[in-house]
């Protein structure tokens, strides 16, 4: 499979039709060159189709991505998990609820990792089986709880059983490791990045050793970031002002570079009962999905 540096990457197909399509629409004309498919959602099957069904008319394939969902959406996991998902089947966890447990060892943990690693390991069966011959096995995760070290080892033992069962094992996991130096270059942008997003990046770049080290042990590639300090609003104008330090930044250390985007907002009526917490539901309606879908569409490559 091809290896480039710089890789223009779009999150959450399958979020909804609406997004999906426009999604679609990037990669036709060229615009993307990867996706991670969110498998949660009850659109999700609608969305595979139509993906499938437009593979043969795309110039340049896509990576395809499985976008572990363990924040909302249906879980595809038994019905006797009770940490990570409610009565109705729907995941429940959050990021701070999962880092919390992993700094707490015992049978709770352990229990809590079994069924992560189910629940892991049937969305890994729901996105990949029936994808084109050509497709990798690729990982990352909705608001990277991968990179938690409950969610990390999970996920691996998930791995070993689908690598096991499909022979099958993991090309690539995305590091949320994001650079820092390109943004502290760019005094005139300080004021504009958001204060928690330099907290999410701090905390992402702290666990990603640990990640990279078990990624270089299995001799699966991973890269370099850039979409946390910005993540909800990677807009064109600060994109271009960064690109060309996010591009030698990368080059200088010979990793690839996702360049991550959320492309695309979902229709307030297609909102459903899976899309089942408030705050998250708002980042999938707002405006600054279109802002995202601008930049996608017209960042000079």
Same mark, same amino acid.
């Given at each position: 499979?091809?290896?480039?540096?710089?890789?223009?990457?779009? !999150?959450?197909?399958?979020?909804?039709?609406? =997004?999906?399509?426009?999604?679609?629409?990037?990669?036709? =004309?060229?615009?993307?060159?990867?996706?991670?498919?969110?498998?949660?959602?009850?659109?999700?099957?609608?969305?595979?189709?139509?993906?499938?069904? &437009?593979?043969?008319?795309?110039?340049?394939?896509?990576?395809?991505?499985?976008?572990?969902?363990?924040?909302?959406?249906?879980?595809?996991?038994?019905? &006797?998990?009770?940490?990570?998902? !409610?009565?109705? *089947?729907?995941?429940?966890?959050?990021? *701070?609820?999962?880092?919390? #447990?992993?700094?707490?060892? *015992?049978?709770?943990?352990?229990?809590? %990792?079994?069924?992560?690693?189910?629940?892991?390991?049937?969305?890994?069966?729901?996105?990949?089986?029936?994808?084109? !011959?050509?497709?990798?096995?690729?990982?990352?995760?909705?608001?990277?709880?991968?990179?938690?070290?409950?969610? @990390?080892?999970?996920?691996?033992?998930?791995?070993?059983?689908?690598?096991?069962?499909? =022979?099958?094992?993991?090309?690539?996991?995305?590091? #949320?490791?994001?650079?820092?130096?390109?943004?502290?270059?760019?005094?005139?942008?300080?004021?504009?990045?958001?204060?928690? =997003?330099?907290?999410?990046?701090v905390i992402l770049?702290?666990?990603?050793?640990?990640? &990279?080290?078990?990624?270089?042990?299995?001799?699966?590639?991973?890269?370099?970031?850039?979409?946390?300090?910005?993540?909800?609003?990677?807009?064109?104008?600060?994109?271009?002002?960064?690109?060309?330090?996010?591009? %030698?930044? $990368?080059?200088k250390r010979g @990793?690839?570079?996702?360049? /991550?985007?959320?492309?695309?907002?979902? /229709?307030?009526?297609?909102?459903?009962?899976?899309?089942?917490?408030? !705050?998250?539901?708002?980042?999938?309606?707002?405006?600054?999905?279109d802002v995202e879908?601008? $930049?996608?569409?017209?960042? &000079?490559?």
């Amino acid at each position: 499979m091809r290896k480039q540096m710089i890789d223009y990457h779009a !999150d959450d197909y399958g979020l909804s039709v609406t =997004n999906s399509r426009i999604m679609i629409d990037c990669i036709k =004309n060229k615009r993307l060159d990867s996706i991670s498919i969110i498998p949660t959602m009850d659109c999700y099957e609608e969305c595979k189709k139509m993906l499938l069904s &437009e593979w043969d008319s795309f110039d340049s394939k896509p990576l395809i991505t499985v976008h572990i969902d363990l924040i909302d959406g249906n879980a595809l996991s038994g019905e &006797e998990h009770v940490l990570i998902k !409610d009565d109705n *089947g729907y995941n429940i966890s959050s990021w *701070g609820g999962l880092f919390i #447990a992993s700094c707490i060892p *015992g049978k709770k943990r352990d229990r809590l %990792k079994k069924e992560l690693r189910e629940e892991i390991l049937a969305q890994m069966e729901a996105v990949y089986v029936g994808l084109p !011959d050509e497709c990798e096995l690729r990982l990352d995760s909705h608001m990277h709880t991968h990179m938690i070290p409950v969610v @990390r080892d999970a996920m691996f033992e998930a791995v070993d059983s689908f690598s096991e069962k499909y =022979n099958v094992k993991p090309a690539f996991v995305r590091v #949320a490791r994001e650079p820092i130096t390109p943004f502290l270059s760019k005094p005139k942008l300080y004021l504009t990045y958001s204060p928690i =997003n330099f907290v999410k990046n701090v905390i992402l770049n702290i666990l990603s050793p640990g990640m &990279e080290r078990r990624l270089r042990e299995r001799g699966i590639d991973y890269g370099l970031l850039w979409g946390l300090i910005m993540s909800g609003h990677m807009d064109l104008d600060r994109c271009t002002v960064l690109l060309d330090d996010m591009t %030698k930044y $990368a080059n200088k250390r010979g @990793r690839s570079m996702e360049i /991550l985007y959320h492309p695309g907002r979902i /229709l307030t009526d297609e909102v459903t009962k899976a899309h089942c917490k408030e !705050d998250v539901t708002d980042f999938y309606v707002s405006e600054n999905r279109d802002v995202e879908l601008e $930049a996608v569409n017209k960042l &000079e490559r």
